[in-house]
């Protein structure tokens, strides 16, 4: 009978049950689609942070170069200082340093962190740059053309030719802890490291550099002048400065930097952890610098920035409003349903019908329209994420310097400028910082409804039903049943 | 049966009070025929409500079988109401969206019978008023009469002790309240209810064997040769 009841009275009133449903349905699409908006911009922030970060990071440890240190990148060719080469000598040298302006440390650190309370996984990482510049001695030393800021550039006749190439290459722990700059989540080509390759001369290359240099699984690769067989091509995120990983092991060999690391990526238990476990490693370590994916965000400027503040700030708000103006909607008819009905609930009542049972059936009448809102919301929720997701344009995000060079996040790139005996020190010659710095990173912004954002709106459309139901039935029982006959006697 | 000692009814509102009863003192034995009788607005439908136990007294008391109804609780007074009492209203109060059975099945829901029970027992109370075969219209597809017919089987569905019907013709025309006025005469002598009905109808009233008048709130009996069963 309650269903029978229920249903009819509904279908007798299906222009305002339609009116009543659909307004929930829209607020509830609302919360859907910012809540998958937000979502896609979080995940596009993720995509960028990641992209200067590694994968589930949630801080970084690194320690800047002390003053004095580190300096340009000397090239060295033979002979003492003030001896010049023969002009007509050919000469190529390789040089594979630690990123400028970070420093490293021994990598027991990363072993220290890991023991922190709150720490789920650590990974240490060195951050290094390989340059090389080949050519022919002039009469006079290098031409002075050719000292661009793209990755190989070269000049033609004369003065002699000067090539000049750098990329950048990280060593990373041979064994995937799912954390840090490269995971084995991010090989599309070939397989990740194993341990048996700790000291290998094995290569990972990022696809976009696979490309520009037509490399693929079985080439190789030259790394401080040794070659490296490319055992796996890994899809890096947009932005991602990293050419090259190799296995930590054969990352220190190569540099000269036997047990140090540049960076330790720390994952943490629970985002709760994050401010005591930064407060910990700054404690043990005084030197570090402690970056968290907060700190890194905060640095994100662009229009993802400003999408990120559109969907919390005026989606939130909206959707909000929506869903008030909703629900007093939805309340306001039902009041006036049962204001209409008040002889019915009168009759019922006069058969005995406790008040009880008659607050039921109104709160069920608007239970149900809140149920089919809700529905209704989910799939405009779904219809709106597919608009956002198909018409939203691909957004930029730039990273701020202070955040890109104090946290020296691997793969930043640069080449100083060269020292050459006897030619004297040049200076910024060439220049390439992080990636992100000179380009801003492109992201598609999807919008990926939430299970989350279902079980809010299931929430919300039942709590929409229960405050419309109520307030009507509020009505409905306050009435005594000689009161209620009477309004119409 | 009934009781009622010193009764007073008085409604607040929009600042002056309205005394609908004042110092009503009347008995109804069990299975009597009682017709009340009055103006307009002089308090009949509020003593049929004060003995159905939809109202309280302000003064006084209504007794029931011995219990007084205006100290009874909300839930226990609705219990009563699902047992003891059927109603029949001028206006038939019928819920538009429910057929003729199931407006007839909602008085035995408080009883929580069962649903095959309940559809058996609908189906035979609409057979008793004749409109078995209109078990599935809807009252808008139904005539006064039989509308106010199905109000009567509704009102009977639960083998109560009373029948209280206010104006049970006041909407219908002359052929229709002979029709209706027969039939709760008929029911009331085949089992044995005890039936208070207030009505201006006085051929309604010369059925009963006792009228009771009211007029501005007091009450005054005027016995009848008594009416055979």
Redesign the interface.
């Known amino acids: 009978?309650f269903f029978?009841?229920l249903g009819?009275?509904l279908?007798?009133r299906r222009k305002q049950a339609i009116v009543v449903a659909f307004g929930l349905a829209l607020g509830i699409g609302l919360v859907v689609t910012v809540s998958a908006a937000s979502a896609g911009v979080k995940t596009a922030q993720t995509k960028v942070l990641h992209s200067l970060y590694g994968v589930g990071t949630d801080m970084s440890v690194t320690e800047s170069a002390s003053a004095g240190t580190g300096g340009p990148t000397r090239f060295r060719f033979g002979g003492s200082t003030g001896t010049r080469p023969k002009a007509g000598t050919k000469f190529s040298r390789n040089n594979l340093t630690p990123t400028p302006g970070e420093a490293t440390f021994a990598s027991s650190t990363a072993a220290d962190i890991s023991k922190l309370k709150g720490v789920s996984a650590v990974t240490g990482g060195l951050a290094l740059n390989d340059s090389n510049i080949s050519g022919t001695f002039g009469s006079f030393g290098f031409g002075s053309g050719g000292f661009g800021s793209a990755s190989s550039s070269s000049s033609s006749g004369s003065p002699p030719p000067v090539s000049l190439s750098s990329f950048s290459v990280a060593g990373v722990q041979p064994t995937s802890t799912g954390v840090g700059l490269l995971t084995a989540s991010e090989i599309t080509s070939g397989r990740y490291f194993t341990s048996a390759d700790s000291t290998e001369a094995v290569a990972v290359v990022a696809s976009s550099y696979a490309t520009q240099h037509s490399l693929k699984v079985g080439s190789t690769v030259d790394v401080a002048g040794k070659s490296l067989k490319v055992v796996g091509i890994a899809d890096m995120p947009s932005g991602s400065t990293t050419d090259a990983f190799i296995p930590l092991g054969e990352a220190q060999k190569l540099a000269g930097l036997s047990g140090k690391i540049s960076t330790v990526y720390v994952s943490v238990s629970s985002a709760s952890d994050v401010a005591t476990v930064q407060s910990e490693v700054e404690h043990i370590f005084p030197k570090a610098t402690v970056t968290t994916s907060a700190d890194l965000a905060k640095e994100v400027t662009g229009s993802l920035s400003n999408a990120a503040g559109l969907a919390t700030n005026l989606g939130k708000w909206l959707a909000i409003a929506a869903l008030l103006v909703a629900f007093g909607i939805a309340a306001l008819l039902m009041m006036g349903a049962v204001s209409r009905r008040v002889?019915?609930f009168?009759?019922?009542?006069?058969?005995?019908?406790?008040?009880r049972?008659v607050v039921g059936q109104v709160m069920g009448e608007g239970l149900t329209l809140g149920i089919v809102g809700g529905v209704v919301g989910i799939g405009l929720g779904f219809a709106g994420s597919a608009l956002v997701a198909g018409f939203a344009p691909t957004l930029s995000a730039t990273v701020g310097s202070s955040a890109a060079t104090s946290g020296g996040f691997g793969g930043g790139r640069a080449f100083t400028g060269g020292s050459f005996p006897g030619g004297g020190s040049r200076p910024g010659g060439f220049a390439r910082p992080a990636a992100s710095l000179s380009h801003p990173v492109l992201v598609h912004l999807t919008a990926p409804v939430q299970m989350g954002s279902l079980g809010l709106a299931i929430g919300l459309a039942v709590a929409g039903g229960i405050i419309a139901g109520s307030l009507g039935a509020w009505q409905a029982a306050r009435l005594?049943?000689?009161?209620a006959?009477r309004k119409?006697? | 049966m009934y009781e009622l000692t010193d009764v007073s009814k008085r409604f607040d509102g929009s600042g002056r009070g309205v005394i609908a009863l004042e110092h009503v003192n009347l008995t109804v034995a069990e299975g009597e025929l009682l017709a009340v009788q009055g103006p307009t607005g002089q308090g009949k439908t509020t003593l049929l409500q004060l003995l159905g136990g939809l109202d309280r007294p302000s003064a006084g008391s209504v007794l029931f079988e011995g219990r007084d109804l205006g100290k009874l609780n909300e839930n226990d007074l609705s219990d009563l109401r699902a047992r003891a009492f059927g109603f029949v209203f001028q206006t038939f109060n019928l819920i538009p969206t429910l057929t003729a059975q199931e407006n007839v099945e909602v008085a035995l829901v408080p009883l929580h019978v069962g649903n095959k029970e309940r559809r058996s027992r609908a189906v035979r109370a609409l057979e008793e008023v004749d409109l078995g075969e209109r078990a599935t219209h809807l009252p808008a597809e139904l005539s006064g009469g039989q509308q106010q017919r199905v109000a009567i089987a509704r009102a009977l569905v639960k083998d109560p002790k009373v029948l209280l019907a206010d104006e049970p013709t006041g909407n219908l025309d002359e052929e229709m309240r002979d029709d209706i006025i027969s039939l709760l005469e008929g029911l009331w002598r085949d089992r044995g209810l005890t039936l208070v009905v207030v009505t201006h109808d006085s051929v309604v009233a010369k059925r009963a064997a006792r009228v009771a008048l009211i007029r501005k709130g007091h009450l005054t009996i005027r016995d009848r040769a008594p009416a055979g069963r």
Do not use: S
């Open positions: 009978m029978t009841y009819r009275e279908r007798r002889r019915e009168g009759t019922l009542k006069a058969l005995g019908w406790r008040t049972r005594g049943p000689a009161a006959l119409v006697g």
